[in-house]
């Protein structure tokens, strides 16, 4: 029986399913649930999923669903049976993702804006996956509530280039990513609103703050220049508006500021980290660096400061990886295996039944194997007791046997996973050798290394230097400061004066793309190696 690939939001979680099994079989095997009053009989229309790329509606969903909702992809997931690869919604998940919404600031002082009493404001956060935006008092400068929700336009693809694509298909596509966005930032504040009792009339600032790509798809800028080398934005000025103009509905009079941009794909969220953490201001060398579907790394020599974007892919955010997944409930979180018989042990966010291994699970995995003698530096897996050879997915860890730990379904860590890995954290490593390269710094130089977001939070810091995605420091020198990028925004929501600095660092910054560099090929294979890097 032929089998397809059905990756199901927001948990970002890939099953195989054959031609045969619904989708609401296939939720319900990896143990997520979706309504279903009727039990599957389609005469509920409870089952409702949002499905990208979608096939025909059937009778019963004419029936059941309105047409607006089947223009947008919506079905009934017990009448559905997929025959090519999908992407499937569900929405109102009991299953929330886990979302980090705090941060670090550096203790540097920041000039509160005067004059703004009774006045509120929403820094948003706009990232490819979520979206955090935060309530604050503008003459208090505090914040109040802050709310997130992943970013709608992952249904049209986990990242950048695939949301540029389809960007880039007509002009529908682009009103349709830039509408979906718009909506969800107008959700957020209104619900930040209502939870804190504030007049949304009250909502005199909104600040967005995101990568290149997200920030033209939320003005509705062309982002055809953005898919094509070399990769230039149509704007890296910082823009100000009001949210009538850009087409916000709970913020219609409030002034809308987008921070400035430094190139395709270094956009205004790191200038907001390096605002965060004023990287500007340091006295040593510091690298900060921020993992998501691309990698943005940011070094500091005393304050000269030298940017690049590293092409990461998505393997530390689950997609690429067999069993990969989103750090929700259900994930596995971290990972030891035991010398003994190389067996895992396991944690799993919210403690039930594992459902596969989010980003800081992968690194361990690839650490753990590599410590025990299961894949060498060069990442060859090894067969051993658990290392099983498996006829469909070749040479594979056995993270989770069928019936073990009460999951319904085997979770295996593949030769080809470890291979993902060492792409994602070989493009890391190569961008932060080049940097220290053109800035002339040696690792011993290194003071510390700024992680931020999700990952950088989440990880053990001690897998990550097994597996060489930093250069070899002491471990005490690596740092997770949160959600950098939000603290960033929420200084631009309170200060002018911060603005002027973020203005000022754009226009100061060097960046440097690493697709010129000479040696970048032998530099990217040889940081693909798994040990140890020293300069
Ligand atoms: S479960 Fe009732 S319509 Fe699908």
Same mark, same amino acid.
Request: proline share 3%.
């Given at each position: 029986m032929?089998?397809?690939?059905?990756i199901?939001?927001? !948990?970002?979680?890939r099953?195989?399913?054959?031609?045969q099994?619904?989708?609401?079989?296939?939720?319900?095997? *990896?143990?997520?649930q979706?309504?279903s009053?009727c039990?599957?009989?389609?005469?509920?229309g409870?089952?409702?999923i949002i499905l990208?790329p979608?096939t025909?509606?059937?009778r019963v969903?004419?029936?059941l669903?309105g047409e607006h909702?089947?223009?947008?992809?919506?079905r009934?997931?017990?009448?559905?049976?997929i025959?090519f690869?999908?992407?499937?919604?569900?929405?109102?998940?009991s299953t929330?993702?886990?979302?980090?919404?705090?941060g670090v600031?550096?203790?540097?002082?920041?000039?509160?804006d005067e004059g703004?009493?009774?006045?509120?404001?929403i820094a948003v956060d706009?990232g490819t996956?979520?979206?955090v935006a935060y309530?604050?008092?503008?003459s208090? $400068?505090?914040?109040?509530?802050?709310?997130?929700?992943l970013?709608p336009q992952?249904?049209f693809?986990e990242?950048?280039?695939s949301?540029?694509?389809?960007?880039?298909? %007509?002009?529908?596509g682009?009103?349709l990513?830039?509408q979906?966005?718009?909506d969800k930032i107008?959700?957020?504040? /209104?619900?930040?609103c209502?939870?804190s009792?504030v007049p949304?009339n009250?909502l005199?600032?909104l600040?967005?703050? $995101?990568n290149?790509?997200?920030?033209?798809l939320?003005l509705?800028?062309?982002?055809?220049?953005l898919?094509?080398?070399?990769?230039?934005?149509?704007?890296r000025?910082?823009f100000?508006?009001?949210?009538?103009k850009?087409g916000?509905?709970?913020t219609p @009079?409030a002034e809308v500021?987008f921070?400035p941009?430094?190139?395709?794909?270094v956009g205004?969220?790191?200038?907001a980290?390096?605002l965060?953490?004023?990287?500007d201001?340091? %006295?040593?060398?510091?690298? $900060?660096?921020?993992?998501?579907?691309n990698?943005e790394i940011?070094l500091s020599?005393?304050?000269?400061?030298?940017?690049?974007?590293?092409?990461?892919?998505s393997a530390?955010?689950g997609?690429t990886?067999?069993h990969?997944?989103?750090?929700?409930? $259900?994930?596995?979180?971290?990972l030891?295996?035991r010398?003994? @018989? @190389?067996a895992p042990e396991?944690?799993?966010i919210?403690g039930?039944a594992p459902?596969?291994?989010?980003?800081?699970?992968?690194?361990d /995995?690839?650490?753990?194997?590599?410590r025990n003698g299961l894949v060498d530096?060069?990442g060859r897996m090894?067969?051993?007791?658990?290392? *099983? %050879?498996d006829?469909?997915?070749g040479?594979a860890?056995l993270?989770v046997?069928?019936?073990e730990h009460a999951?319904k379904s085997r979770?295996?860590?593949?030769?080809?996973d *470890?291979?993902? *890995?060492?792409?994602?954290?070989g493009?890391i490593?190569?961008?932060?050798q080049?940097?220290m390269?053109v800035?002339n710094v040696r690792?011993?130089?290194?003071?510390?290394?700024y992680?931020a977001?999700a990952?950088?939070?989440y990880?053990?810091p001690? !897998?990550a230097l097994r597996?060489s995605?930093f250069?070899?420091v002491?471990?005490?020198?690596?740092i997770a400061?949160?959600?950098?990028?939000?603290?960033g925004?929420?200084r631009?929501?309170?200060?002018?004066r911060?603005r002027g600095v973020?203005e000022?660092?754009r226009?100061?910054?060097?960046?440097?793309?690493?697709a010129t560099h000479?040696?970048f090929?032998?530099?990217f294979?040889?940081?693909?190696?798994?040990e140890?890097?020293?300069d």
């Amino acid at each position: 029986m032929r089998e397809h690939v059905l990756i199901l939001e927001p !948990s970002g979680l890939r099953i195989a399913i054959g031609e045969q099994t619904t989708i609401l079989e296939a939720i319900r095997m *990896v143990g997520l649930q979706v309504s279903s009053e009727c039990g599957g009989r389609g005469t509920c229309g409870k089952c409702r999923i949002i499905l990208n790329p979608a096939t025909a509606p059937t009778r019963v969903e004419t029936q059941l669903i309105g047409e607006h909702d089947i223009d947008v992809g919506v079905r009934l997931a017990c009448q559905h049976r997929i025959s090519f690869d999908t992407r499937a919604v569900i929405p109102h998940t009991s299953t929330a993702a886990k979302i980090l919404a705090s941060g670090v600031s550096s203790t540097s002082d920041f000039a509160l804006d005067e004059g703004h009493e009774g006045e509120f404001g929403i820094a948003v956060d706009l990232g490819t996956t979520t979206i955090v935006a935060y309530l604050l008092d503008l003459s208090k $400068g505090n914040q109040i509530a802050n709310s997130a929700d992943l970013n709608p336009q992952v249904i049209f693809g986990e990242d950048v280039m695939s949301r540029i694509a389809y960007a880039m298909k %007509d002009e529908k596509g682009r009103t349709l990513l830039k509408q979906r966005v718009l909506d969800k930032i107008d959700e957020l504040s /209104t619900m930040l609103c209502n939870e804190s009792g504030v007049p949304s009339n009250k909502l005199s600032r909104l600040v967005v703050v $995101g990568n290149t790509a997200m920030h033209h798809l939320a003005l509705g800028l062309d982002t055809s220049s953005l898919g094509l080398a070399p990769y230039e934005p149509q704007m890296r000025d910082a823009f100000t508006s009001n949210g009538r103009k850009i087409g916000l509905k709970s913020t219609p @009079d409030a002034e809308v500021y987008f921070a400035p941009n430094v190139a395709g794909f270094v956009g205004s969220d790191t200038l907001a980290f390096i605002l965060s953490q004023r990287l500007d201001l340091a %006295d040593d060398v510091v690298l $900060g660096i921020d993992i998501g579907t691309n990698g943005e790394i940011v070094l500091s020599k005393r304050g000269e400061l030298f940017c690049c974007s590293a092409a990461a892919g998505s393997a530390f955010e689950g997609a690429t990886i067999s069993h990969g997944m989103r750090g929700q409930d $259900g994930a596995i979180e971290h990972l030891t295996i035991r010398e003994i @018989d @190389d067996a895992p042990e396991i944690s799993v966010i919210g403690g039930g039944a594992p459902r596969g291994l989010c980003g800081s699970a992968i690194v361990d /995995t690839v650490a753990e194997l590599l410590r025990n003698g299961l894949v060498d530096a060069g990442g060859r897996m090894k067969a051993s007791a658990r290392v *099983v %050879d498996d006829t469909k997915a070749g040479l594979a860890y056995l993270v989770v046997g069928a019936g073990e730990h009460a999951s319904k379904s085997r979770i295996m860590f593949t030769q080809r996973d *470890v291979r993902q *890995v060492q792409l994602a954290k070989g493009a890391i490593l190569a961008g932060t050798q080049i940097l220290m390269q053109v800035a002339n710094v040696r690792t011993e130089d290194i003071k510390a290394i700024y992680l931020a977001g999700a990952f950088g939070n989440y990880i053990d810091p001690s !897998s990550a230097l097994r597996i060489s995605l930093f250069p070899p420091v002491d471990l005490e020198r690596i740092i997770a400061v949160g959600n950098a990028a939000g603290e960033g925004a929420k200084r631009l929501l309170v200060s002018r004066r911060s603005r002027g600095v973020i203005e000022q660092l754009r226009r100061k910054i060097n960046y440097y793309e690493l697709a010129t560099h000479d040696n970048f090929a032998d530099i990217f294979a040889q940081a693909t190696i798994l040990e140890s890097v020293h300069d």
